[in-house]
């Protein structure tokens, strides 16, 4: 236990006194946070210019409040067909095209300006699912006070925050995860403390797990300065079953780390291993809409994104974070990263070379 | 009872025999040095003895026991400095040897009194980045040392030291031995291992060419003496004329004699009166080792 203990205080010492790691696990991320969250959302967005196709009885229905923010948020014209629409969206005259397909809202519109992409998507994402929230409650009689759901509305409809934190954290904790894994990894066997270490009479199994409660206690406390900072400045509000967000970030953490290794295993330096681990991550971050959705995406371009451990992350943080499902959700998106882990993990260990030095 | 034995050791790089069938005792208390150029394998030989890589074939004793596989009953008997010195990251000094300290389950207190007998105590808040090669080299010592080991190895302990630190280490180490301890170090300084080392070792190419006390090896070599005349006390014609003579050299600094009989020649120095200021090489264990290894670099 002494053991155990000693080394992950020498960790812990390394990791907050390495400016550079701690940056790039807490402070970098957050600056994405404050940018989106605070810049984005609340400092006058312009009005997105909206075509409208026909008529949209979802708009119609929505409730007085309700109709006052999607007004305050969009700038609506009508025309009859699709093709126009969509051809104003891409000469960039109008940023979105909505339709209604059935009970679907389809909405249209180009990447190029992702951010307004990102905060028109979010503002219908709100509207469409506080409309359902309230004819929910509607239908199961007078049990759930009509109000309270309208306001659930106007606010989900003005903050960009709920959507971007969840994405934003994900990136977060894998990026520190693959890099702090690769990192030790190459970093110890370089310097050869991997084999001093191997000389002290210390389980090979207690440095390891030393090594992975110090990544999971570092995931934890960016959780924690996350959801703080985005609650306390920028009106975050969770949903219900929020705190399945904490095994979620502990198991996505063993799931980044085997990536970590991975990056390390296939590496003879500290930097290249560094270099390897962001490589990974960072591609994977934009694949996996921790800073925009790929929900207006191509097809093939979310086959890949279902590929990547990120993306389940991230949708399994909002669902239970800010989409109101219950703690269930959760449970594939476990089970995923828990696999993914798994597998990497012994890929690793089966590249893996004491003598590469 | 010996501390290590090893026979008939071989441990192969690809291409490389960077030990090849070595044979080897060491006894309890014993002060042994392993002397050899670059590349000539006294770090693998250590790395393989320590148990830290596996031997291709031989055997390999260390207090009794088996050490490959990685055997903990070992590890807290043996105490190690590999030549690159390997610390945590962004750690003070104290730090860092109370760290190894807890790893060997010893107390804070001792690990501090170990930074105080290497000299760091002053040192103890500074970050092992921000200490100097030679402090490193320090500090990786204590570390090695902190837990008391019967049986300590040292690869090259005093490589970037100042003579100060390596007169005192000199001391620290002959202190330990003399304590019980059974010590092992490479070094390429020759002095160091006559003044520390019962026994040395002279290794090249991955063999163990003569094992043997320094003095041992110097008589064995059988050397000529070198005799320097201070300038002006004798001109050549004279030097030559002293019986026992091999050679003469004249320079700004004096003439040189080599001879076998370094005494007959003294004596006859001493008539002539020319003996102000002569000076009185024999053989060292430098000679031993370049006539055992020869004069050329090493890849
Ligand atoms: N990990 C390794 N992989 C391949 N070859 C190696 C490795 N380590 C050492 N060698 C080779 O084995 C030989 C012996 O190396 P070793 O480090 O034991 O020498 P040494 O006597 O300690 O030298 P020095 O005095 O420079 O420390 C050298 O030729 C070296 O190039
Ligand atoms: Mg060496």
Redo the contacts with the bound molecule.
Sequence with gaps: MRAFSAIAAAIVRGFVRDRASLFFAVVFPLMFLVFFGGVLSDRGQPAAELVQVGDLALVEALSPEAREAFDAAFDVRRVDDLDTALEQVRSGDADVALRQDGGTLVAHYTQTDQVQAAVTQATLRALVEGTNVALLAQEAGSAVPFALDVERVEDESLTVIQFVTPGLLGWAIATSAAIGAAATLQGWRQTKLMRRLQLAPVRTRTIVSARVVVTLGIALVQTAIFLGVGMAFFGLSLTGSWWMAVPLVLVGTLCFMALGLLAGALTTTAEAAVNAANFMVLPMAFLSGSFFSLDGAPRWLQTISDLMPLKHLNEGMLDVMVRGEGPAAALPVLGILAAFALVVTLVSAKLFRW?SV | MTAIRVRDLTKV??E?R?VDGVDLDVADGEFVGVL??????????LEVVEGLRRPDSGTVEVLGEQVWPRNAAVLPRIGVQL?ASAFFERLTAREQIRTFAALYDVSPARADDWLERVGLAEKASARVEDLSGGQAQRLSIACALVHDPELVFLD?PTASLDPQARRNLWDLLSGINEAGRTVVL?T?YMDEAEVLCDRVAV?DSGRVLQVGSPAELVRHLDAPARILVAPGQLDEAGARGIAGTESVEVGPDGTVLTTRHPADVVARLGELGALDGVRVQTGTLEDVFLALTGRSYR?
């Design positions: 003598d | 790089y690809g490389v960077a050899g150029p670059n590349g000539a394998g006294k770090t693998t030989l030549q090259e490479t390429h290794m890849a």
